[in-house]
């Protein structure tokens, strides 16, 4: 126990929590004009703060955003944000307490699973959070990168003005397919974060927008940035629902001049089929494979049951959650659901790691090759493999 008391900042105060997660991230307070913006990002009543005498010291908060998970779209869900705490008070268990009030507030919400995006790797394993999905960040050659005879070519793209960025991306986003394990639905209050951080800056922000046979199934937001041999392209955001939209977009961007180079901001999904859409493999080079949704899951026996699994003999699995330890016992795992039980357990984990497998994005396997998962009875290993299974790896897209 610490004596460091969480308390729930009320709309007058969320400014200065703002201020001090922008302070501890090493960003001066935003001006006037970007917190008309951002203001909008903080939802009543979910940002929490810890005070050191009259001085706010640490914060957080979170965002309510129905996610996918394997089998199932919107679970209750929250995106956790704004974690910072001033730099003459760390390392004295303040975000730990913090971290805790925050997820029996979700708790209490009945948001069954949480997810961030980390800083560092190191802070939130300790919290139960584990890295659910990962995705590439991309170089491509323009001069090199040529789409191959066969692309599919299924509608047309079309550049958006200025001023319809803010009102018609929200618009073509809520169309997209949802059904990709980690897709996240987007709130007002999560369009006013990706908003204010896109008007942040003086960067020129471009969007263009992909209509096939059933409407817009895709857009693209990029901006340009210089480089020491010419212009790169820089990707924000690729969202596509159909092959035909993939392609569309890369041809549509491979098509821009003056452009050397095209690169990500933020990781696509690692099963983006770029190099097969290319005739010439060599053009992409995947630069970093990266962290996306670290995912916590807050209340266990929901969160188990909200997702399907794939045919295989049921396992039992032993979970400990030393954070939330109502969450501590076993579950049996088959293709007709999950439950607590108190049969013997097959396999043991950690919740983080559980949270790693959830998704799809890391087989029990590799957990288990890593000292993550310990197995009693080895014929379960394969079964958890093929229930937890997914067809195609989880990713958000989403940065918050
Ligand atoms: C989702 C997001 O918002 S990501 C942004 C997170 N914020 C930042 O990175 C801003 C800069 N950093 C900070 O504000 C703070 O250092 C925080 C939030 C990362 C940590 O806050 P603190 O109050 O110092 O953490 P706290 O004292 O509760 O530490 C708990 C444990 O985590 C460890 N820890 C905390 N931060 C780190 C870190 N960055 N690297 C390694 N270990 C860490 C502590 O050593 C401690 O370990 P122990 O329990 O074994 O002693």
Redesign the pocket.
Request: cysteine-free.
């Given at each position: 126990m610490t004596d460091h008391e969480v308390q729930v900042l009320d709309d007058a105060e969320v400014r200065a929590a703002h201020t001090l997660f922008r302070a501890?991230?090493h960003h001066p307070a935003a001006q006037d004009e970007q917190w008309a913006h951002t203001r909008h990002a903080y939802v009543p009543g979910r940002t929490l703060g810890v005070r050191g005498g009259e001085l706010l010291v640490?914060t957080?908060t979170s965002f309510p955003a129905p996610l996918t998970v394997p089998g199932r779209t919107g679970v209750p869900h929250a995106g956790?944000?704004?974690?910072?705490?001033r730099a003459d008070?760390?390392?004295?268990?303040?975000?730990?307490e913090l971290m805790r009030a925050q997820l029996r507030d979700l708790a209490e919400r009945g948001e069954v699973l949480a997810s961030?995006?980390?800083?560092?790797a190191?802070?939130y394993g300790?919290f139960g959070y584990g890295v659910a999905s990962r995705g590439r960040m991309l170089a491509v050659d323009r001069a090199r990168a040529r789409l191959h005879p066969g692309a599919p070519v299924t509608g047309e793209v079309r550049l958006l003005a200025p001023e319809e960025l803010d009102t018609v991306v929200p618009e073509v986003y809520a169309r997209l397919d949802p059904s990709r394990p980690g897709w996240q639905e987007r709130s007002a209050h999560y369009w006013a974060l990706a908003l204010a951080r896109y008007h942040a800056g003086d960067e020129y922000l471009v969007a263009a927008v992909h209509t096939g046979p059933a409407g817009p199934d895709g857009y693209v937001l990029y901006t340009f940035v210089r480089e020491e041999h010419g212009r790169a392209l820089e990707i924000r955001e690729l969202h596509a629902s159909t092959p035909g939209a993939q392609a569309g977009l890369w041809r549509f961007l491979l098509g821009v001049d003056l452009v050397s180079r095209i690169t990500t901001d933020d990781p696509l999904p690692l099963d983006l089929p770029l190099e097969l859409l290319l005739t010439d493999r060599d053009a992409v080079r995947t630069t970093a494979v990266q962290d996306e949704i670290w995912l916590r899951l807050v209340d266990v026996p929901e969160a188990l049951a909200a997702r399907t699994y794939e045919a295989a003999e049921p396992v039992v699995l032993s979970v400990r959650d030393r954070f939330l330890p109502a969450n501590t016992g076993h579950y049996r795992i088959g293709q007709d659901g999950a439950s607590r039980t108190e049969a013997a357990a097959d396999l043991e984990l950690d919740v983080d790691a559980l949270a790693a497998l959830y998704l799809g994005g890391t087989r029990p396997t590799e957990l288990a090759e890593a000292g993550r998962l310990t197995v009693s009875t080895p014929s379960a290993l394969p079964s958890a493999d093929r229930l937890f299974g997914t067809g195609r790896p989880p990713w958000s897209g989403t940065f918050f």
């Open positions: 501890a991230m640490g957080t956790v944000t704004r974690v910072g705490v008070h760390t390392r004295r268990g303040v975000v730990t961030l995006r980390a800083s560092e190191a802070i300790r």
